[in-house]
C-alpha cells in the first residue's frame, strides 16, 4: 500500500456511515491494527460521520493511511459547510448535546483516537482531524526496509 492512498467517502445520508465504517476498519486492519482498534477507529468515524449528518446535513470524510519509520497510523478528517461549532472546548465535554443528541460522540472519539483537532468557523464548517497510531515494531521495520530494497 502506499503512503498517498486515500479514501474519500460523501456522507449525505444514513446509508453513507455502514461504508465509512467499512472503509476505516479495512485501512485499520491493511495497516496491521488489533481487531479491537480497528472496531473503535471504525466508532470513532461513525460519530464524526453521524455529526455531519445530523448537524451540518452533509460533508464528507477522508481516510489515509500515515507511515512512519516508528509507527503508523489511520487519519480520518471529517469535513462539512454547515453551521461551525461556536464553542469547542464545550462540544468536547460529556453531554454538551443538541439537536436530540446525548453529547457522547465528540469526547467518545476524543478519546479513543491518539490526536484530535478540530477547525471551525461559525456559518462556514467544521473539520475533524483524529489520528489513532500503532508502534511498528523492530522485526516489522526490518521487513519493510528489507521490503525497499527488492524494489
Ligand atoms: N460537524 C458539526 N457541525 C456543527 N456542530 C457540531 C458538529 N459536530 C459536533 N457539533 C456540536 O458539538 C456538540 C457535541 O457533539 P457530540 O457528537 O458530542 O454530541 P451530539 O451529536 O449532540 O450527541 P451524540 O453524538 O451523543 O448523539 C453537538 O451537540 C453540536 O452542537
Ligand atoms: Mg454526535
Redesign the pocket.
Known amino acids: 500500500m502506499s503512503d498517498n492512498s486515500e479514501i474519500t467517502v460523501a456522507i449525505a445520508s444514513d446509508e453513507d456511515v455502514v461504508p465509512a465504517r467499512a472503509e476505516g476498519r479495512a485501512l485499520a486492519s491493511e495497516l496491521g491494527f488489533s481487531r479491537t482498534d480497528a472496531t473503535l477507529i471504525a466508532t470513532a468515524i461513525s460519530?464524526?460521520a453521524?455529526?455531519?449528518l445530523?448537524?451540518?446535513g452533509k460533508?464528507r470524510l477522508r481516510l489515509h493511511p500515515a507511515v512512519e519509520d516508528r509507527r503508523c497510523g489511520v487519519v480520518v478528517e471529517?469535513q462539512?459547510s454547515?453551521?461551525?461549532?461556536s464553542d469547542?472546548e464545550?462540544?468536547?465535554r460529556?453531554g454538551?448535546?443538541?439537536?436530540?443528541?446525548?453529547?457522547?460522540?465528540?469526547?467518545?472519539?476524543h478519546r479513543i483516537m491518539d490526536e484530535f483537532e478540530i477547525d471551525?468557523e461559525i456559518g462556514r464548517?467544521?473539520t475533524?482531524r483524529m489520528t489513532k497510531w500503532r508502534p511498528r515494531d523492530e522485526l516489522e521495520r526490518l521487513h519493510a526496509r528489507r521490503g525497499r530494497e527488492d524494489e
Request: aromatic fraction near 0%; charge should be negative.
Open positions: 460519530e464524526v453521524r455529526n455531519i445530523v448537524h451540518a460533508g471529517a462539512d454547515g453551521p461551525g461549532i469547542v464545550a462540544a468536547l460529556h454538551q448535546a443538541s439537536n436530540g443528541g446525548l453529547g457522547l460522540g465528540l469526547p467518545g472519539a471551525t464548517g467544521t475533524v
